[in-house]
């Protein structure tokens, strides 16, 4: 499973999921799935713009969490 950290992100920072969206041009709607983890698929360009407002690393970001085996 493939955790999306964007609200600990916008926490950390303070930040508004509307400040976000104006300062990378991604939808709001596109910000409340990714904040609500939500998102099916994630295009290359947002998780760009949103490293370069947060000047961070894609692992703080996105965090990969196996799959407990049955």
Do not use: W
């Not at 596109?30 to 760009?48: A, C, F, G, P, W």
Request: hydrophobic share 35%; glycine share 2%.
């Amino acid at each position: 499973m493939i955790k999306i950290k964007l609200s600990d992100l916008l926490g950390k920072n303070k930040m508004t999921q509307k400040s976000l969206s104006d300062l990378t041009g991604i939808r709001p709607a596109t910000i409340s799935q990714m904040y609500y983890e939500e998102s099916k698929r994630i295009d290359v360009r947002h998780l760009n713009n949103i490293c370069k407002v947060f000047d961070c690393e894609i692992s703080e970001l996105l965090e990969y969490i196996p799959d407990e085996k049955k």
